[in-house]
């Protein structure tokens, strides 16, 4: 599974990390999370120096018969005093700051102008865009945009089992469960291409789950949604006489009579940088591989091995190149 | 006896009983474990039952007000057999074997009879195990109940046959110590259950 | 000499006897000792023998369990490996998880505590010998019938946790979660007897003056282990039983059409997080009772560690739902059980403090045992710090569900459980043979256990941090986790071989360790008192007691009276024990033990019977199974009838 190829040249040394994150859902999270952590590497080094150097400087030689035992030094109920008053300080204080970082996280500082619908399937992500304008409504898959500066509200929940949505850059997890809808949000501030990842056990590709999150200035993301609500050109390809009638049972290209919801949905196929939920570059020899037999990339996916002939499998390939 | 250098001193205390009985045995806090942690059982199957409750909602019961007109009346007679059996151990701790066997006797005939009577009060019922979430906590829940009851009868069947045998004594009874708190266990059960299934409903209006 | 005087009925005045040469004689040992040959060995009630099966049987799963993780780690020792498909890959981590966490880490202490509990309470055996036996057979039972499918490939592949809707039939048809969900309910039963039975015996058989504040650690940490268990168990024996009722009869408890997903999860949890703390109390009661002998002083802050014991456990019951945060629950309840998740910290550290001030106001003697039981505090100490960092819930939005979580448990079972065991089995491996583990091997296997654990899992704390998820079979290069999951899986071969060179230590010094004698270690407590093995009688004489540390009064000067093993009540009419009152410890009564009966394993066969029928959809052998199991209660519990022999009165039950 290589990283995508249309991908900045100097991505992130971490793509999935999040001790630094790009938007005020994850930013406090991220200073609590350090705080934490510096709190714990302290207590970890006091207490190994303590246990290290009462045990070399209070030791007796092993060899011959054991010591005789004694009611020991005087003292050792402080030890438990203080620590436990120093534990108590150490916890108070990180239950309050936890507190106010939840308070500060729990929606945003002003309402979202975009919702996007969020449901997981076996092993892919499906994205329903609902902007507050009617009849602005569309489905994608695997790859989200979302404009900078500006939160976006997110309606998670799955079409089978649970699985989690997180993109640890902008937000923390929300477990998508089915029958029942989780509410969440996040917000970019800084363009780029972020990573997200399943993050609940949910079968066979469970490891093989991924998605991308294109944050970009806002007259950029308008642009994207234009592209994306046009339903795709017809073409006179015979490629696309075969999708319509190989594949439409299972995806979606608004505009041909392909319109199956099983599968995600690829009315603009060519604009996503990745393919099958964000583990292959989007490029013919990928494209062609997969369509060719995912059952060898993605053992247990849903989609089955075509069965298309080499020319069937060129034309094919062609006409998916023309869904922009 | 034994190649012992004996010391003559007797305890200072009184002598020791010698094996256990009534409250003094391990058996009787053996059985209370078990209450507790098949109390706990219960506990959970009706934390199941106010859970699914609580997400679905009024629309979820299929009868706003559950008929008591079965199971109100076997609520008593499990009572009464609760009773039954409480005589029945009054009267080995006395030594009055009539009482002692009629009491057994009589708890094991109720209990039968509560179990007919909700065999009965399913059949009922006009939802089913698999209907909905509704019908298969009820199912499983009063199910789970009546397993118990019918555990608790085979336990106080066995202790009436070793009554009626012969091996117990004023002194000695700790089984039917036990087979009794198990069965007052199972009441006390039911209780909860006849609570939260058939009284719930009538006080969310 | 005088027969023992008795009342006609059922009253004694049993006498109180010295000791000596000629004393005991073969009598107690004709009473008490097992018959050998095969019919012996599956009728034993012996609470040592059953503890020492335990223990090799536990120790058998945690290599198993071992091997399945080795097996994942070479898969991930580099992105996109080929070793494993994914359905392989998921029945490995399931039945890794099962294994160390079901079956090795509750009963390696069930084992353990078994073994020592009379020993350390001056009894001669537990309160329900058969029960005893019964609950190791079923415990047999259901590792097997676990592991019989994973044999076949049709074992537990959703995660020791088995989520619903993937544990649901629609995904997941075959019988793999049926043997999941029936293998754990007939754990279960394991479970909630054992518990049953150590919580009857700490009430009722301690040896008289054993007040209960002069109880060694590990009893109350098997004690609230076992009170816990009690309580607990219920509800994943419940879950598990409702979820094969959904996938056998089409229920709805689970479903997301009419039934509650999140409902498993909140079953599973509210048994799953006080039972974590339940594989974690007795083996730091371990430490608590190892780590002062090898400081020679006595523990500091008895009454303190004692209470933080039964508070953690306590507190336990109340932060389920930290494995939940990320489901979707309202603020409320997140901010109540992230300040329970927090504040549990509390309780559980004060053990930290107790064992640093005792090593800084003691003497300690570096012995193999000791280099375990003070590592553990620094292992003890960083998985509670992971803990504590995923108890805030923002943070734990980030954290959960990756590698850092992986560091955590392993930090805190390995750390608090694993470390522990191999302490203890230093420890009292010469008691439980009367040979001595090789010191120099000990410190070799030490330190490749160590080093080896850290370098094993302390990367994963990155690699959760650089956000790679929980339970994936293959993953991406170029996301920064290559090198940490190599360094990950070099690190895990040398703790196995650390694991490896305890088995050789513990196989070439039981035939050729030094001989120990009844106290190689000069330590306080009373099963140091009695030979080494001990004989099955345990005390010739009931012991009186009269502090915490019996053997340490001389140097102590704990109480103005010394307690007296050499010389004590004689019991010698059958088996026999002194029952005594909850809290005080004054002798009540004379206890009447079972004798070796072949009922246990017979009522377990019923059983198992049972459930392969339930499994299988073979309803003749679910009835064939419920007869046996009739029979075998009856011949268990049926009564005895009272006769007086000159010898005294014969054993009977009521």
Known sequence: ?324 | MSDAALSQAPLPDDALPLGACGKNSVGWWGVLCLIATEGSLFAYLLFSYAYMAVQRGQAWLPEPHPSLSLAGPNTLILLASSVAVWWGEEGVKRQRRGQHIAGLGIGIGLGLIFLVVQAFEWKTKTFGLTSGSYGSLFFTITGFHMAHVVVGVCMLTAVLAWSLMGYFSPRHHARVTVAAIYWHFVDVVWLCVFSAFYLSPYLMG | MTAPSTSPDDFRHPTTVRVTARFPGPRLLRIWETEPGLKGWFSSVDHKEIGLRYIVTAFAFLLLGGVEALVMRLQLTRPGEHLLTPEQYDQLFTMHGVSMIFLYASPILSGFSNYLWPLLLGARDMAFPRLNAFSYWVYVAAGLFMYAGFVVGQGPNAGWFNYVPYAAKPFNPGVNIDVFALGLILLGISTTVGAANFVVTFLRLRAPGMSINRVPILIWGTLTASVANLLAVPAVSLACFLLWMDRQWGTHFFDAGQGQPLLWQHLFWMFGHPWVYAIVLPAMGMVSDGLPTFCRRPLVGYTPVALATVGTMALGFGVWVHHMFATGLPSLALGFFSGASIIITLPSAVAVFAWTATIWTGRPVFTTAFLFFASMIVLFVIGGVSGFMTGSVPVDWQLTDTYFVVAHLHYVLIGINVFPIAGAIYYWFPKFTGRRLSERLGVWNFWTMFVGFNLGFFPMHLLGLMGMPRRIYTYAPDMGWDLPNLIVSIGSFLFALGILLLLINVVVSLKRGRPAGPNPWGAPTLEWAVPSPPPPYNFAVIPQIESRHPLWEAELGESPRRSSIEEGLLLDVGRETIGTSPLDGRPTLILQMPEDTLAPFVLTLGIAAVFVGLLLHVWWLVGAGVAVIAAALMAWFWPRRRQITPEGVEPADE
């Open chain 1, 1 to 324: 599974m290589a990283a995508p190829a249309s991908l900045p040249a100097s991505g992130p040394a971490w793509p999935m990390g999040y001790l630094a994150t790009f938007g005020p859902r994850a930013d406090p999270a991220t200073a609590l999370t350090w705080g934490l952590m510096d709190i714990s590497i302290a207590v970890v080094v006091i207490v190994t120096v303590l246990v290290v150097a009462g045990a070399l400087l209070r030791r007796v030689s092993a060899r011959g018969p054991m010591p005789a035992a004694s009611p020991g030094g005087k003292g050792g109920l402080a030890w438990i005093a203080i620590g436990c008053a120093l534990t108590t300080a150490t916890l108070l204080i990180s239950l309050v700051w936890t507190v106010q970082v939840l308070a500060r996280i729990d929606s945003p500082a002003t309402k979202p102008g975009l919702t996007i619908e969020i449901t997981g399937h076996q092993w892919w992500w499906e994205a329903r865009y609902q902007p507050d304008q009617p009849g602005g409504a569309f489905t994608t898959a695997n790859e989200l945009h979302i404009p900078t500066g500006q939160p976006v509200r997110l309606k998670v929940t799955s079409a089978d089992v649970i699985h989690s949505f997180w993109v640890p850059a902008l937000t923390g997890k929300t477990d998508t469960i089915p029958g029942r809808v989780n509410l969440g949000w996040m917000q970019a501030d800084r363009a780029g291409v972020y990573r997200g990842q399943c993050t609940e056990y949910c079968g066979e590709e469970h490891a093989k789950m991924a998605l991308y999150v294109v944050a970009e200035p806002p007259a950029r993301f308008d642009a994207w949604r234009q592209a994306e609500l046009a339903p795709a050109a017809a073409t006179a390809l015979p490629g696309q006489t075969i999708f319509e009638a190989r594949c439409g049972a299972c995806h979606s290209v608004r505009g041909t009579s392909a319109g199956g919801v099983v599968g995600p949905d690829l009315t603009h196929l060519m604009s996503r940088r990745t393919i099958a939920s964000g583990i292959l570059p989007n490029d013919v020899a990928s494209l062609s591989g997969w369509i060719a037999n995912p059952q060898a990339l993605k053992p247990g996916a849903a989609m089955p091995a075509t069965n298309l002939n080499g020319a069937e499998l060129t034309q094919v390939v062609a006409y998916l190149e023309t869904l922009k």
